[in-house]
């Protein structure tokens, strides 16, 4: 008995995404930063498989699904990664001492 290939990855992806649920919500608060800056790296890569993506095929055919899938994953991963820094920015922030008044 030979199993689907999509049904296969289909599993694979949705055992993934409880996974990556409960590895979010168990991490305590002070490991986010470091979560995201991995987040920050992960996106980074994603990034270069989207430009990839987003120039493959013919320079006659620009618009065809995966170039139109590569730049929404390109704008996608660059909000990802600006976001991160912004959440990363204001969590350092948390930590710096504040001066006194006087």
């Known amino acids: 008995m030979e199993i689907d290939p999509f049904v ?17 919500w168990s991490v305590t608060p002070s490991l986010h ?4 800056s991995v987040t920050n790296a992960i996106s980074s890569v994603i990034i270069v498989g989207a430009i990839v993506a987003a120039l493959a095929g013919d320079k006659s055919s ?19 990664i600006f976001g991160g820094f912004l959440v990363t ?14």
Do not use: C, E, H, W
């Open 33 to 36: 930063t470091p979560l995201m």
């Open 89 to 102: 920015q204001r969590m350092l922030a948390m930590y710096k001492k504040k001066k006194k008044d006087k």
């Open 8 to 24: 296969f990855r289909l599993s694979i992806f949705i055992l993934s995404i409880f996974v990556g649920y409960y590895v979010v």
């Open 62 to 80: 620009l618009f065809n699904t995966s170039n139109i899938f590569g730049y929404l994953a390109i704008i996608l991963a660059a909000v990802n």
